[in-house]
């Protein structure tokens, strides 16, 4: 942040302001960082999903505390516990309605900060160190969400923490001790419970960590932005109070409508109905499926018909991720100039849809085959597609500074000015 | 433009769930519900009705292990009715200081009596299949109480050449069409007191109702604060907007 000019806000001249920051620069860290804090001028309400990530890790913290008062992890009450909440205690319902939906909330607000940094580039040099703490965070989100949903005991809470774990199974040689003494037992049992429920209360903090790593990791060199080029000068940052504070405000309004709208009208939508039935070992359900945002990678799972394959394909399928950085030879960021590139985004986009589509069915005929095609593509974009689509492909040319679209006449870039092509 | 995409990706999402659920069982056609919709309320009469048919048909084999006879508010029921039907069952409590367990007319703070003491036993008696506890089953079966209402009305001749089992029976909506219960709403089942003819849509559509009530006692509650807060966001969300337009103004 050194091309940027820092200059204080009045409030920073208050004496008493002035008195804890010489001890304790707490005020200065929130004026550099949140008020001052420059941000590109062009950023897009994609940008938006990052601030409201953040918004759902607290709300399900708050949420989640006050269930955690409420709710007993043992296999003989938690259902009926579960059922006092949603009962008895005053607002339980909206407090449990909040946390139940809010988890798709979450997934969905994330899924988009994903896809918005895969299509814009976000992961480049220099940010594969944030873009690998974005999938820390991911990964610490799926495993808190898979075993949040093992808690209200239900038949698909049971059966799904035996199928999920049941694949560390698949592990040759310690495979099997290593399931034993993730369940405490001999099945998805009371220990399991209880230590699902004791990791489900801890994972959000050690999230919240990862937040702030990553934040720090992106306030390093800032927001990406939609050009996906560096900020040239002062005159391509706006202070991010009170634009973006007024940009993401206007956001989450919108999110919050679209969240609440699921809470009070329509709250059992995204759940399974078979989670209502109490857990029972004795009775299977007749189809196991996991929750909606796992489905992509279920069927991943399930395209291979080898137990071990299926289980190193979906955690592959995660994996790979971390190696996008290498993966994607462009040197441009943005998907905006490059022209092929977004053929094969949004031909990954529906892609994964398809994935999730076929995880949700009987893995048999059609969905079977299908889900194995959509495998085959899922790494193929990353591990064919983008290496090659870096050699191949001819971007457009790049404006020469985010403001100048901006600022310079008609909004479009002018080919003229532009710098020329980054690979010639 | 950029709206367009996302509403579009959550409307894919949302098929993707839909279907999900859809693929698993047979069609459930729908019904209208009094309690449908933004400002729905459950239509009290109807579920009054339908505790009725539980009480004299269905607790015979079902529980509601959720249900305390204060829940009987909820559909309209005075205290003094609550206690008067309360007081019909027996309540085991203790230990006395005798050290022995007790039985007493039950209040309205205790739950339902379950026919069975427990699962084995109700097996025992039903030819091996088990009568799932009803307190959620407008929740836990695909098409809620739909289903309930598909299901009760559904029981027909099986088609030529289906195989049915032992003691079973053929059913339009029951996943695999062979369910162990038999037929339970009967026409004139039951006598109502208001003098509503009990055909059997009659009295399904009522159980169905107070089903529904029973899995989310809360329904009206959620959709007359759901209502309010969701004129609340538009309020606020529209104020935000115009905010966010006034603050970037200066900047384009």
Same mark, same amino acid.
Not at chain 1, 130 to 139: D, R, S
Not at chain 1, 161 to 170: D, E, G
């Given at each position: 942040m050194a091309k940027y000019d820092y200059v204080p806000s009045p409030f920073m001249a208050n004496p008493i302001v002035k008195w804890i920051d010489h001890r304790l620069p707490i005020f200065e860290l929130v004026d550099q960082q949140l008020i001052k804090y420059p941000a590109p001028r062009n950023l897009n309400y994609f940008w938006n999903f990052g601030s409201l990530a953040g918004i759902m890790l607290v709300i399900m913290i708050v949420s989640g505390i006050f269930l955690a008062m409420n709710y007993q992890a043992s296999t003989l009450h938690a259902f009926d516990s579960v059922e006092r909440i949603m009962r008895d205690v005053n607002y339980g319902w909206l407090i449990r309605y909040i946390h139940m939906n809010g988890a798709s909330m979450f997934f969905i607000v994330v899924y988009i900060h994903i896809a918005r940094g895969l299509y814009y580039g976000s992961y480049k040099a220099?940010?594969?160190?944030?873009?690998?703490?974005?999938?820390?965070?991911?990964?610490? %989100? %799926?495993?808190?969400?898979?075993?949040?949903?093992?808690?209200?005991?239900?038949?698909?809470?049971?059966?799904? +923490?035996?199928?999920?774990?049941?694949?560390?199974? =698949?592990?040759?040689?310690?495979?099997?001790?290593? &399931?034993?003494?993730?369940?405490?037992?001999?099945?998805?049992?009371?220990?399991?419970?209880?230590?699902?429920?004791?990791? $489900?209360?801890?994972?959000?903090?050690?999230?919240?960590?990862?937040? *702030?790593?990553?934040?720090?990791?992106? $306030?390093?060199?800032?927001?990406?932005?939609?050009?996906?080029i560096d900020a040239k000068g002062p005159q391509d940052k706006i202070p991010f109070h009170p634009y973006y504070t007024a940009k993401d405000a206007f956001g989450l309004g919108v999110f919050l409508i679209f969240f609440a709208y699921f809470v009070f009208f329509s709250p059992y939508t995204l759940g399974h109905p078979d989670n209502w039935i109490e857990a029972n070992p004795l009775v299977t359900p007749p189809h196991i499926v996991p929750e909606w945002y796992f489905l992509p990678f279920y069927a991943i799972l399930r395209?291979?018909?080898?137990?071990?394959?299926?289980?190193?394909? #979906?955690?592959?399928?995660?994996?790979? *991720?971390?190696? *996008?950085?290498? *993966?994607?030879?462009?040197?441009?960021?943005?998907?905006?100039?490059?022209?092929?590139?977004?053929?094969f985004f949004w031909i990954f986009m529906v892609v994964t849809v398809v994935l999730g589509w076929c995880g949700s069915q009987p893995a048999e005929g059609l969905p079977l085959i299908l889900g194995q095609v959509s495998t085959v593509l899922y790494f193929a974009h990353f591990l064919v597609f983008l290496p090659l689509l870096g050699w191949f492909e001819r971007p457009r040319p790049l404006p020469a500074s985010i403001a100048e679209p901006v600022l310079g006449g008609g909004g479009a870039p002018r080919a003229a000015a532009s710098k020329p092509m980054e690979k010639a | 433009m950029r709206y367009a995409k996302s509403l579009l990706a959550a409307g894919l999402l949302a098929l993707s769930v839909g279907s999900a659920s859809a693929a698993e069982s047979i069609k459930i056609p729908a019904q209208s519900w009094p309690h449908d919709g933004f400002f729905g309320t459950f239509d009290r009469a109807a579920a009054q009705r339908g505790? !009725? &048919?539980?009480?004299? &048909?269905?607790? =015979?084999?079902? +529980? #509601?292990? !959720?249900?305390?006879?204060?829940?009987?508010?909820g559909i309209g029921l005075s205290d003094a009715e609550i206690r008067a039907i309360a007081a019909e069952y027996q309540t085991v409590d203790g230990p006395n200081d005798?050290?022995? #367990?007790?039985?007493?007319?039950?209040?309205?703070?205790?739950?339902?009596?379950?026919?069975?003491?427990?699962?084995?036993?109700?097996?025992?008696?039903?030819?091996? +299949? @088990?009568?799932?506890? /009803?307190? /959620?089953?407008?929740?836990?079966?695909?098409?809620?109480?739909?289903?309930?209402? =598909?299901?009760?009305?559904?029981?027909?001749?099986?088609?030529?050449?289906?195989?049915?089992?032992?003691? %079973?029976? @053929?059913?339009?909506?029951?996943?695999? $069409?062979?369910?162990?219960?038999?037929?339970?709403?009967?026409?004139?089942?039951?006598?109502? +007191?208001?003098?509503?003819?009990?055909?059997?849509? !009659?009295?399904?559509?009522?159980?169905?109702?107070?089903?529904?009530?029973?899995?989310?006692?809360?329904?009206?509650?959620r959709n007359s604060l759901g209502v309010k807060v969701m004129l609340f966001l538009f309020i606020f969300t529209g104020l935000l907007y115009a905010t966010k337009r006034k603050i970037w103004k200066g900047l384009h």
């Open positions: 220099p940010r594969e160190i944030l873009w690998w703490l974005g999938l820390a965070i991911f990964l610490a %989100m %799926m495993a808190t969400a898979f075993m949040g949903y093992v808690l209200p005991w239900g038949q698909m809470s049971f059966w799904g +923490a035996t199928v999920i774990t049941n694949l560390f199974s =698949a592990i040759p040689v310690v495979g099997d001790p290593i &399931v034993k003494w993730l369940w405490g037992g001999f099945s998805v049992d009371n220990p399991t419970l209880n230590r699902f429920f004791a990791l $489900h209360y801890l994972l959000p903090f050690v999230i919240a960590g990862l937040v *702030l790593l990553h934040l720090w990791a992106l $306030h390093v060199h800032g927001s990406n932005n939609p050009l996906g395209a291979v018909p080898d137990k071990l394959g299926g289980v190193l394909l #979906m955690f592959g399928s995660i994996l790979i *991720l971390f190696l *996008l950085p290498w *993966l994607d030879t462009s040197r441009v960021r943005s998907g905006r100039f490059r022209p092929a590139f977004r053929v | 505790y !009725q &048919v539980y009480k004299e &048909v269905c607790a =015979a084999c079902h +529980a #509601m292990k !959720q249900m305390r006879f204060r829940n009987l508010a005798d050290g022995e #367990m007790f039985e007493r007319p039950s209040r309205p703070s205790d739950r339902f009596k379950s026919p069975f003491p427990n699962e084995k036993a109700a097996r025992a008696v039903n030819g091996g +299949a @088990y009568p799932p506890d /009803l307190s /959620l089953i407008a929740k836990n079966r695909v098409g809620g109480e739909n289903y309930v209402y =598909a299901l009760l009305t559904g029981y027909a001749d099986p088609p030529p050449g289906f195989q049915l089992g032992e003691g %079973m029976h @053929y059913n339009k909506y029951f996943p695999g $069409h062979q369910i162990a219960m038999a037929a339970p709403v009967q026409p004139d089942g039951v006598t109502y +007191a208001d003098g509503t003819p009990a055909t059997v849509e !009659q009295m399904s559509k009522d159980v169905a109702t107070f089903f529904a009530y029973a899995a989310s006692p809360h329904l009206e509650a």
